[in-house]
């Protein structure tokens, strides 16, 4: 039913992964399909911002969380589910919809937290992924 399933997850943030994690390998376990396991590097924008930067700083931010994101795959996820690593940069929801365009996902996994005020103000990533996303989108709370 399923053949690539995307999950992206906040390395800094236990609550997006610690239970949509489990249930993601479930799936590919069940339908034998891959995991493409995503982290998004939030982008700095305005050249004005960057400025104050070192000229390698976003190679060195990609190459950070690159290596951040094998060692949290190495480490919670089975040899038995076939894994792709994502390191993806820009706004989050608008990097998850995209990626799951460009690989041709099946389904998107997510984690939720309980919402914060500024979450009903803002929208979490989540309900964003939800409201704009044309895939199906599994929400684990």
Request: proline letters at 5%.
């Amino acid at each position: 039913m399923y053949n690539d399933i995307l999950l992206p997850v906040d390395l800094g943030n236990e609550s997006s992964w610690k239970k949509a994690l489990p249930t993601a390998v479930e799936y590919c376990s069940a339908f034998g399909a891959t995991l493409h396991v995503m982290t998004v590097v939030p982008e700095f924008g305005s050249p004005m911002v960057a400025q104050y930067f070192a000229s390698d700083y976003e190679e060195k931010m990609m190459a950070g969380a690159n290596e951040a994101l094998h060692a949290f795959v190495k480490d919670r996820v089975p040899d038995t589910v076939k894994v792709q690593h994502i390191v993806a940069e820009g706004t989050i929801y608008k990097a998850i919809i995209e990626m799951a365009e460009k690989i041709g996902a099946d389904l998107i996994i997510m984690g939720s937290h309980r919402p914060e005020l500024q979450d009903y103000l803002l929208g979490p990533n989540a309900a964003r992924v939800v409201r704009h996303s044309g895939k199906s989108v599994l929400v684990v709370r």
